[in-house]
């Protein structure tokens, strides 16, 4: 048993397994890209789903889709891979609590870049849509607040994400988010990654926090139909005051984070 562990941990650490990863930080930068321009578009009453469905199939639309589609499921699927090694076998020399929590991390990660990875062979496969999501996340919620226990795991849910872009916030303003990296010599350019970190990750903070407050303000109030997901968060955003400036706002910050996540694919310490 032990050889076979030893053999998975040797094969999940090699060089190839190593730039496939590294490939589905840039893989997901793009697809932030792609979401930050829908939301810009959306700012100045323009259409799309701004969420990772609607970005996939922005994708699919490009010159080259299938291959684009093929090549970006591979990356996340690798970085998923990998991820999920770490929660396994990394981080074991560490005291129990923070061992715990890089774990617990590293698989929420593996479960983040495996949804990505299925929703790109989805499209890239034919059977995906970028239609309404929204809809789409109206009708789940409503099926699980119908399921024995679904308004408390709903709730939890949406606490949880809430939870997450708070933390997302915290980590661009304290700029914890640095040493992950093996920053650049250059002062110019670590200052282009902590500008770029430092606004994405707020941003993206900012967009997680209403996602979530959404999912659990409707599930206690028994409005599935608000229930919107991504797609439906930006969009409130937006019917606020003064909402299309700071939809376009998000939707810049979120560009930023897809630039940091392409400048992550090369600094990225990968080995723990």
Not at 20 to 29: D, E, H, V
Not at 107 to 112: I, K
Not at 210 to 238: C, V
Not at 240 to 251: E, M
Request: hydrophobic share 50%.
């Amino acid at each position: 048993m032990k050889q076979a562990a030893d053999a998975a941990e040797d094969i999940t650490n090699s060089r190839t397994l190593e730039l496939l990863a590294r490939a589905g930080f840039a893989a997901s930068g793009i697809l932030h890209l792609l979401v930050g321009t829908i939301a810009i578009r959306l700012a100045m009453g323009g259409t799309g789903s701004a969420d990772f469905s609607g970005a996939v199939a922005e994708l699919a639309k490009q010159p080259a889709g299938p291959f684009l589609l093929w090549a970006s499921f591979a990356a996340c699927a690798a970085l998923a891979i990998w991820q999920t090694s770490d929660a396994i076998f990394d981080y074991n020399r560490l005291p129990a609590k923070k061992k715990a929590g890089k774990k617990a991390k590293a698989a929420a990660q593996a479960l983040v870049f495996a949804g990505l990875a299925l929703t790109l062979a989805s499209f890239a496969m034919g059977t995906g849509s970028g239609g309404d999501n929204r809809q789409s996340a109206s009708d789940l919620t409503l099926t699980v607040m119908k399921a024995p226990g679904g308004v408390a795991l709903l709730v939890l849910v949406g606490v949880g994400i809430a939870v997450t872009g708070v933390i997302y916030g915290i980590r661009g303003i304290r700029k914890s988010f640095e040493k992950n990296l093996t920053m650049p010599a250059s002062p110019n350019a670590r200052t282009a990654v902590t500008v770029l970190g430092v606004t994405g990750y707020v941003a993206k903070g900012a967009v997680l926090l209403l996602t979530g407050l959404l999912i659990a303000i409707a599930t206690i109030t028994a409005h599935p139909e608000e229930s919107t997901g991504l797609d439906g968060g930006l969009r409130a955003l937006r019917d606020q005051t003064f909402g299309p400036y700071l939809l376009a706002a998000v939707g810049a910050g979120l560009i930023c984070y897809g630039l940091f996540m392409v400048v992550r694919a090369r600094l990225a310490k990968m080995t723990q």
